[in-house]
């Protein structure tokens, strides 16, 4: 079984660009916030071109954002504005960093009732699906009943890996301790894959399959066979209730051996049924190796006659993984992303993902998942695919995708595009399937999401300009209502 988890590990130092949203190299980080928000502040001209609307005949008979209900845009607002006040945010990620790492009850949300309802009322309601069956069917219909095609649906449980990481900490676990946290990862994915319908997705991260999982991908090697026939049964059970699975990536301490094995189960689950997909990897467009990874796996795929799931995001784990890694300017990782998801659409290598020898003659089946916040690509992946549509190309599977309380105008704004194009069917034009739009959100107790709560909080940190300019287009969709416009 070892010989079939060897890893490809011939990455090219393409050029590639980071998830930060302004054309300055990474040390602006370290900026005061007021500095960062000067130096990325675009001009008034560029910045209108990003947020440029849609052409007449495309946009929407209405703002995106009056989809959501009052009470979630103005909890959406308060939050995003969080992030642009530092006096509040400084001390509010140090409160979000201790309560996801304490071991303290006083501290632990799930044994503070005060603490469980303040967070509950507020961050995790914004981000997350619920605690219960009821709270997480409520939260899922609502978001279907507002026009979205469905949800892609995590387990929180997580282990997050810091740059200082001890990994000496995970050696020699305890056989009876590894059973029991592998056992209650697949028993916590079998409950998620469960609680979604029919042509939806699961995101699963192996990290929460417990401390030696983690050891064993830092040193790149195959999954205990315990841990891999749990994650056998959970594809199974995907498979057998047509969701598909989505392994989400993590950081880049233990990515390789993520994707090591996550090949492995697209090598199991994708080479049945021609074109079907039931197993995604992630690819982090902010990594410079991502072009040539990307490149070998499809090569890899076209060899080997299955199909490649690609999930393809700029990038979340800016603050662990290592400068030298990540690409120096927004404009690079924006090429990149951009770059990568043209040829996956078209099926045709490009300047950015280049092809190799052996993937010349033929380009590997595949599925994309386009899991972005930023409007422009979104629109230019919309693009491609009404031109595809008119010349009657082929098309692959593509869905997009954004978390759960963020970008809601991006998502509102392809929801709105897809009953649209559903709705605009005539006896000379057939309807046209609009696109297929998906909003990412986990579910748990408060203690157990408050990692990936801390995550989406240093995300928008970090993202400076992208968390401005949802809250501008929360503020006007208040204002608008307010005003009765």
Same mark, same amino acid.
């Given at each position: %079984?070892?010989?079939?988890?060897?890893?490809?590990?011939?990455?090219?130092?393409?050029?590639?660009?980071?998830?930060?949203?302004?054309?300055?190299?990474?040390?602006?980080?370290? *900026?005061?916030?007021?500095?960062?928000?000067?130096?990325?502040?675009?001009?008034?001209?560029?910045?209108?071109?990003?947020?440029?609307?849609?052409? #007449?005949?495309?946009?929407?008979?209405?703002?995106?954002?009056?989809?959501?209900?009052?009470?979630? #845009?103005?909890?959406?607002?308060?939050?995003?504005? #969080?992030?642009? &006040?530092?006096?509040?945010?400084?001390?509010?990620?140090?409160?979000?960093?201790?309560?996801?790492?304490?071991?303290?009850?006083?501290?632990?949300?799930?044994?503070?009732?005060?603490?469980?309802?303040?967070?509950?009322?507020?961050?995790?309601?914004?981000?997350?699906?619920?605690? @219960?069956?009821?709270?997480?069917?409520?939260?899922?219909?609502?978001?279907?009943? *507002?026009?979205?095609?469905?949800?892609?649906?995590?387990?929180?449980?997580?282990?997050?890996?810091?740059?200082?990481?001890?990994?000496?900490?995970?050696?020699?676990?305890?056989? @009876?301790?590894?059973?029991?946290?592998?056992?209650?990862?697949?028993?916590?994915?079998?409950? &998620?894959?469960?609680?979604?319908?029919?042509?939806?997705?699961?995101?699963?991260?192996?990290?929460?399959?417990?401390?030696?999982?983690?050891?064993?991908?830092?040193?790149?090697?195959?999954?205990?066979?315990?841990?891999?026939?749990?994650?056998?049964?959970?594809?199974?059970?995907?498979?057998?209730? $047509?969701?598909?699975?989505?392994?989400?990536?993590?950081?880049?301490?233990?990515?390789?051996?993520?994707?090591?094995?996550?090949?492995?189960?697209?090598?199991?689950?994708?080479?049945?049924?021609?074109?079907?997909?039931?197993?995604?990897?992630?690819?982090?467009?902010?990594?410079?190796?991502?072009?040539?990874?990307?490149?070998?796996?499809?090569?890899?795929?076209?060899?080997?006659?299955?199909?490649?799931?690609?999930?393809?995001?700029?990038?979340?784990?800016?603050?662990?993984?290592?400068?030298?890694?990540?690409?120096?300017?927004?404009?690079?990782?924006?090429?990149?992303?951009?770059?990568?998801?043209?040829?996956?659409?078209?099926?045709?290598?490009?300047?950015?993902?280049?092809?190799?020898?052996?993937?010349?003659?033929?380009?590997? $089946?595949?599925? *994309?998942?386009?899991?972005?916040?930023?409007?422009?690509?979104?629109?230019?992946?919309?693009? %491609?695919?009404?031109?595809?549509?008119?010349?009657?190309?082929?098309?692959?599977? #593509?869905?997009?995708?954004?978390?759960?309380?963020?970008?809601?105008?991006?998502?509102?704004?392809?929801?709105?595009?897809?009953?649209?194009?559903?709705?605009?069917?005539?006896? @000379?034009?057939?309807?046209?399937?609009?696109?297929?739009?998906?909003?990412?959100?986990?579910?748990?107790?408060?203690?157990?999401?408050?990692?990936?709560?801390?995550?989406?909080?240093?995300?928008?940190?970090?993202?400076? *300009?992208?968390?401005?300019?949802?809250?501008?287009?929360?503020?006007?969709?208040?204002?608008?209502?307010?005003?009765?416009?």
């Amino acid at each position: %079984m070892a010989k079939s988890f060897q890893p490809v590990y011939r990455y090219r130092q393409a050029s590639y660009r980071p998830m930060i949203l302004s054309p300055i190299p990474y040390r602006a980080l370290h *900026l005061t916030h007021r500095q960062r928000e000067a130096i990325t502040s675009p001009p008034v001209a560029q910045h209108q071109a990003v947020t440029t609307p849609l052409p #007449l005949a495309q946009q929407p008979s209405k703002p995106p954002l009056s989809l959501l209900p009052l009470k979630t #845009l103005i909890r959406s607002y308060l939050i995003n504005s #969080l992030s642009a &006040t530092p006096i509040l945010l400084t001390p509010s990620l140090r409160l979000m960093t201790l309560l996801a790492n304490s071991e303290s009850p006083l501290l632990n949300p799930d044994r503070n009732p005060i603490l469980r309802l303040l967070l509950k009322r507020t961050f995790y309601a914004n981000f997350c699906a619920g605690e @219960t069956r009821t709270e997480i069917q409520k939260t899922v219909n609502g978001l279907k009943e *507002l026009g979205f095609t469905g949800v892609i649906l995590a387990y929180a449980k997580e282990i997050v890996v810091q740059k200082d990481h001890d990994f000496s900490r995970c050696k020699n676990v305890d056989h @009876t301790e590894t059973v029991a946290e592998v056992k209650a990862w697949k028993e916590g994915n079998l409950k &998620t894959i469960g609680l979604t319908a029919s042509g939806e997705f699961v995101g699963l991260k192996f990290t929460g399959a417990g401390r030696e999982a983690v050891q064993l991908l830092a040193q790149r090697q195959p999954p205990s066979d315990i841990l891999a026939a749990a994650t056998r049964e959970v594809c199974d059970f995907a498979k057998a209730s $047509n969701v598909r699975v989505l392994f989400d990536a993590e950081q880049q301490a233990i990515q390789p051996g993520i994707d090591a094995w996550t090949l492995h189960f697209q090598r199991l689950y994708n080479n049945e049924v021609p074109g079907k997909v039931f197993v995604y990897g992630t690819y982090q467009a902010y990594l410079c190796s991502t072009p040539a990874l990307l490149a070998n796996h499809l090569a890899i795929a076209s060899q080997e006659g299955f199909a490649l799931g690609v999930k393809l995001v700029r990038g979340a784990y800016l603050n662990s993984d290592p400068r030298h890694l990540i690409w120096s300017t927004q404009e690079e990782t924006d090429e990149a992303y951009d770059g990568i998801a043209e040829a996956l659409i078209k099926r045709k290598y490009n300047q950015i993902l280049r092809s190799s020898e052996q993937t010349r003659e033929k380009f590997a $089946n595949v599925s *994309l998942v386009l899991a972005s916040h930023n409007h422009q690509s979104v629109r230019k992946a919309m693009a %491609m695919r009404r031109a595809q549509t008119v010349t009657g190309e082929k098309k692959i599977d #593509l869905a997009y995708g954004q978390l759960m309380g963020m970008a809601d105008e991006v998502s509102c704004e392809l929801a709105l595009a897809s009953k649209r194009q559903e709705d605009g069917g005539t006896e @000379t034009r057939p309807r046209v399937e609009g696109p297929k739009v998906f909003k990412y959100l986990v579910w748990g107790s408060v203690g157990e999401c408050m990692k990936y709560l801390l995550r989406r909080a240093e995300e928008n940190k970090d993202a400076v *300009l992208r968390a401005r300019e949802s809250r501008t287009a929360l503020k006007a969709e208040i204002w608008r209502r307010m005003t009765g416009a």
